[in-house]
């Protein structure tokens, strides 16, 4: 019995040996196809940081800008194609038009969820491939986001996410430098202090740039029913980022010294300058290539 | 005979008297008096106020005069006898002109004005009247300490209605004659001139936060020194009319590449409220580029580069501005949008004193007959005085497994580049040449070039690459349609490839589906080492 079972196991064995080259053989040819060569940092290997820099289009660009820095994302270099851990967060996963009352989906807001898209090539948005600075051996090759949003915002695997709120407080992999200390091995650079009238100014601005954003999205028909929905998603927006209530559709203390988070500044002002330079970019482009091309279904 | 000389003396009497009367004329003016009116006494902070030295009686001929002002406050703008002053620091300025008749006479005035921060509305959603300094949640910060300052703050919509945007710019001066290294943030946003709207929905006075600080004297990790001030702009309880929404995205790794969109709001008073129809939008794009006109709302510009704009300033504000247009041609409503831009490579020299070069290559390699691939370079130094002194090219070969290291070797310039010197604004051409004897098992050849720089031993940098495999980092397109989009795309551009931005271009000629336009999503997400 036990003879059969081994000789029969050798069997099935060599069968899927041979199964699964005749499958490789069947469903694998090379052939002439458009191709999509993805976007590169030319000068990061596995491990390296790249940290982006700021650009104005960015939907915190205002909360950055006010604060005086220059950098709004940081992530490690996951292996030689140039994929990274995560991408920056997709402002877009928040749903709008809620209710009314509240504008944006508080539900999505808190927590948000660590970057959109983890292990990602970094050209799949463009707001991850951006110019920058690369961080030499500044984490661990391999290291990626634990949790993430697939390109559809379905969470992928359970843990702690992004968290909004880490704008103004060390919450545990709250925000991309938080999570690369955390999760991916970069030392923790020493936080800076953010003054109440510093805050007060960056809260201002942000609550000024979601107030354009959502007042140039809607149309005066929008206005009319649901009045004073700019005002509206601008407070909540800012509430989650100083207090995490999303739910909070006014406004609360916005004049409060914040003295423990880390942002991308840091870790690039606080990293040896022999270790760092401008990232160098090759963004991705189509192409007609002779590829391997696979085809799983016809193998079945 | 005696009456004769009596008659003599006479006519010599009147003449010398006449004489007498004629030179006293010549010198004579009437009695005139000056005095200065302001059109107001009691100002805000950075708010124009016109002073008028009115003699009296009114000179005839007032070209002939001179006005000569000065201020306690320092800034007087204008000459005539009509001025204005404009400051930021509040307090009681004196205001003193001497006037000097044409007969030379001269005659002071004195005029004080008060620059007082007024009572504004603070906070957001539910504001507060701020009427006492230490109650201001955005404090103006004075530094004496530092060497530059605030000189000028300016508001192009001093009242607006609710909705209407306001474009708010900044001036500073340095000491050192370092004003244009200096970083504006207005409203918490990075630029000279900076296009917002009112942060608040209650009718009222508003402050708006106007900084400038230099991130260049403090230590790494400390905070910024800064100076700020307020620009105040007053809410009236109105729905805007009309107005234009400008918005901006930055498609492209390449900040000077910037795409716009107009929205038109609102409708005039007393009109239909119905969204009004525009039949063209003019773009001006305040970069000496000619203006544009389109049909839809959207439209794409690329701004001019560091080595276009030139050195010596770190921030580069540009305003673009728009005109939306009915069908007669006539202005139905202008929006104005910021466009801020830095100049990356000379702020590196600053900070990390790193000469870094603009590198130029084709991402696709052109095959030769013998197999072997080879990429043309171009080192770009777009720095005005340092020389590039090459000594040596990394070379970092990415294996086509993404799980294994990349072996990194140093080699000589020669293997590229004739010549090992990139001088002050001048490029360097090469040829990278790779064969499949090399390694077969390589990917990508990342190259990034070593050196330093003269006469400052600035740290030199910049980097180019080779795809020579495709078995990483590349995702088939499946989609027959958009596969056919971009063949015709290439032959089209005559191009062995295309970017996301060529085929964004060839569907708005209408050359293409929009259908091409859809991206790779990404590929497999990789799993966990």
């Not at chain 1, 009238?197 to 107030?211: D, E, G, I, L, Q």
């Not at chain 2, 031993?457 to 499946?478: E, I, K, P, Q």
């Not at chain 2, 991206?519 to 990789?526: A, D, I, L, M, W």
Request: charged content about 20%; overall charge neutral.
């Amino acid at each position: 019995m036990k003879r059969h079972l081994v000789i029969g196991s050798a069997v099935g064995l060599a069968f899927a040996i041979f199964a699964h080259d005749s499958t490789a053989e069947a469903c694998c040819d090379y052939q002439t196809r458009q191709v999509w060569v993805h976007g590169r940092y030319l000068n990061a290997a596995p491990g390296d940081a790249v940290v982006n820099q700021l650009t104005s289009s960015s939907m915190i660009a205002p909360i950055i800008n006010a604060l005086g820095e220059r950098f709004s994302h940081s992530m490690i270099v996951y292996d030689t194609a140039s994929r990274v851990t995560h991408n920056v967060s997709d402002i877009s996963y928040i749903q709008t038009g809620w209710t009314c009352t509240h504008p944006l989906d508080p539900y999505n807001m808190h927590p948000i969820g660590p970057g959109a898209q983890a292990g990602v090539y970094p050209d799949t948005s463009f707001n991850s491939f951006m110019a920058g600075m690369v961080l030499h051996g500044a984490g661990k090759a391999g290291c990626w986001a634990q949790e993430y949003m697939d390109t559809n915002h379905n969470r992928v695997a359970g843990g702690i996410g992004y968290d909004l709120q880490g704008f103004s407080q060390n919450v545990p992999n709250g925000m991309c430098v938080e999570l690369l200390n955390d999760t991916c091995g970069v030392p923790r650079p020493a936080p800076k202090y953010y003054s109440a009238s510093t805050v007060y100014s960056a809260a201002s601005a942000m609550y000024n740039a979601v107030y354009s954003q959502v007042h140039s999205q809607t149309s005066w028909i929008t206005d009319l029913l649901c009045g004073g929905a700019a005002d509206s998603a601008a407070n909540q927006v800012i509430n989650t980022m100083l207090t995490g209530d999303p739910w909070n559709t006014g406004h609360g203390n916005w004049s409060v010294a914040i003295t423990n988070v880390v942002t991308p500044e840091d870790l690039v002002t606080s990293y040896p300058a022999a270790k760092r330079e401008p990232a160098s970019l090759s963004p991705g482009y189509y192409t007609t290539k002779e590829v391997r091309v696979c085809t799983p279904n016809k193998c079945l | 005979m005696r009456k004769k000389i009596v008659l003599r003396r006479g006519a010599i009497a009147i003449a010398v008297l006449a004489i007498v009367v004629a030179l006293f004329a010549s010198r004579w003016e009437r009695t005139w008096s000056v005095r200065v009116v302001a059109d107001e006494a009691t100002v805000a902070p950075w708010t124009a106020v016109t002073l008028h030295a009115k003699v009296s009686p009114s000179p005839e001929r007032e070209s002939e005069w001179t006005w000569k002002w000065t201020s306690t406050a320092g800034v007087v703008s204008g000459n005539g006898s009509m001025v204005q002053l404009k400051t930021g620091t509040p307090g009681e300025h004196r205001v003193h002109v001497v006037v000097r008749s044409p007969r030379g006479t001269e005659r002071s005035a004195d005029a004080i004005v008060t620059v007082k921060a007024p009572e504004f509305m603070a906070g957001l959603a539910t504001p507060i009247l701020v009427t006492q300094p230490e109650d201001d949640p955005i404090p103006d910060v004075v530094r004496a300490d530092l060497p530059f300052r605030i000189v000028d703050v300016t508001v192009d919509k001093p009242e607006v209605c609710r909705g209407e945007r306001v474009m708010v710019s900044v001036r500073a001066e340095h000491d050192e004659g370092k004003a244009d290294w200096l970083v504006p943030a207005i409203a918490g946003r990075v630029g000279w001139s900076v296009s917002l709207v009112v942060p608040g929905s209650k009718p009222g006075r508003y402050k708006i936060p106007v900084q400038v600080g230099d991130p260049g004297r403090a230590p790494a990790g400390a905070p910024i020194d800064y100076v700020q001030t307020g620009a105040y702009v007053v809410l009236k309880d109105c729905e805007g009319a009309m107005s234009l929404w400008v918005t901006s995205q930055q498609p492209t790794p390449d900040e000077e590449d910037v795409r716009f969109r107009a929205t038109l709001f609102g409708s005039a008073p007393g009109a239909p409220r119905e969204q009004p129809r525009v039949a063209s939008y003019v773009w001006s794009f305040g970069d000496d580029s000619p203006s544009t006109t389109t049909t839809t709302p959207d439209e794409r510009h690329v701004f001019p580069n560091e080595e276009a704009r030139g050195p010596g300033k770190r921030i580069f504000t540009f305003v673009v501005r728009v005109e939306a247009r009915d069908e007669s041609g006539a202005v139905m409503a202008t929006g104005k949008l910021d466009v801020n831009l830095r100049n990356h490579h000379e702020e590196l020299k600053l900070t990390d004193r790193r000469l870094q070069l603009i590198v130029v290559f084709h991402p696709e390699p052109k095959k030769e007959e013998s197999g072997e691939r080879t990429v043309d370079v171009t080192l770009k130094n777009i720095d005005p005085v340092e020389t590039a002194n090459l000594s040596a090219l990394e070379f970092r070969l990415m294996p086509c497994a993404a799980d294994q290291a990349p072996s990194v070797q140093r080699r000589s310039v020669s293997e590229v580049f004739r010549s090992a010197s990139v001088l002050p604004r001048g490029a360097l051409e090469g040829r990278l040449r790779w064969s499949k004897t090399d390694s077969a098992e390589v990917c990508n050849v990342d190259v990034s070039v070593i050196g330093t720089s003269h006469p400052s031993g600035f740290t030199v940098g910049g980097a180019f690459s080779m795809r020579t495999g495709y078995d990483l980092g590349v995702d088939v397109v499946d989609d027959p349609d958009q596969s056919k989009g971009i063949a015709r795309a290439m032959a089209l551009l005559h191009k062995s490839f295309v970017t996301q931005e060529d085929l964004e271009g060839l569907v708005k000629a209408g050359d293409l589906p929009p259908a091409v336009l859809k991206r790779p999503t990404g590929g497999p997400v990789p799993r966990p080492r």
